[in-house]
């Protein structure tokens, strides 16, 4: 469904992607772990163009972009085949919350008004906003915008919808709500790719985890493979930093 072949990207001489090579399955949840700057958002941002790769190919589908001799229609397609929920939200202050949702529906999509509400509507209802539709994103937890971010990937209805690292502008207490949305979706068969630093739930959710570091896939397969069965030693010195009680086996 998604195939990433021989993906480069460069800021100046800041080497971030250096010939990243996934595949990504209809239905795969895939998480992508690893330290900072390991270029794990920058992949996810590749993936939509919200970042141009520099070298290598983007596959969905039945489409393909030739990153050297990227097609403006293409990257156009591209875009509406998928769908990012940011850190930050990313939300439109001046708009309402069914309107954060509509809006790409409308504009993108060219659906009636009265469609999109609809849409907008039962989604906001489907991840627990449908008290909120009239709300506007300042008077939200941080927990509740990112759902609003969450119906908004949801309601384009795409081919995979990207998570960049969507609990670490959280406070504690409010990732939970989030990742339960999370695996809600994930259990409905939508295909997903999830930056992610929790691990415990990279393990639960994901048919597939990836192990970047330094612009490069040092491992990838089953969790229980790369989180308790590494078979690299980048892999397990990364584990054993951030998990409290590694039970990771060598």
Do not use: W
Not at 155 to 169: G, K, Q, R, Y
Not at 176 to 184: A, F, K, N
């Amino acid at each position: 469904m998604i195939l990433l072949k021989h993906i480069h990207k460069k800021f100046k001489n800041n080497h971030v992607l250096k010939g990243i090579d996934l595949e990504v399955s209809k239905g795969d949840v895939v998480t992508i772990i690893g330290p900072s700057g390991s270029g794990k958002t920058t992949l996810l941002r590749c993936v939509n163009y919200l970042e141009k790769p520099d070298e290598g190919t983007i596959s969905i589908h039945d489409l393909t972009i030739q990153t050297k001799k990227p097609v403006k229609k293409d990257i156009l397609q591209l875009r509406r085949r998928t769908a990012m929920v940011f850190q930050h939200y990313n939300l439109f202050e001046n708009k309402t919350v069914l309107e954060n949702v509509t809006e790409g529906l409308i504009v993108a999509q060219k659906k009636s008004k009265k469609m999109a509400r609809e849409i907008g509507i039962d989604i906001l209802t489907k991840v627990g906003l449908a008290d909120k539709i009239n709300a506007y994103p300042q008077q939200l937890s941080g927990g509740q915008k990112q759902r609003v971010g969450i119906a908004r990937a949801l309601a384009l209805n795409p081919d995979v919808i990207l998570f960049d690292e969507p609990t670490s502008a959280l406070d504690p207490e409010m990732v939970g709500e989030v990742l339960e949305i999370i695996r809600e979706i994930a259990s409905g068969g939508v295909t997903m790719m999830i930056v992610t630093h929790e691990i415990d739930f990279a393990r639960e959710v994901s048919n597939r985890v990836v192990f970047m570091d330094d612009g490069q896939i040092i491992e990838q397969g089953p969790p229980d493979d790369i989180l308790i069965h590494p078979k690299q030693e980048r892999t397990r010195k990364f584990l054993k930093r951030i998990m409290k009680e590694p039970d990771f086996t060598i």
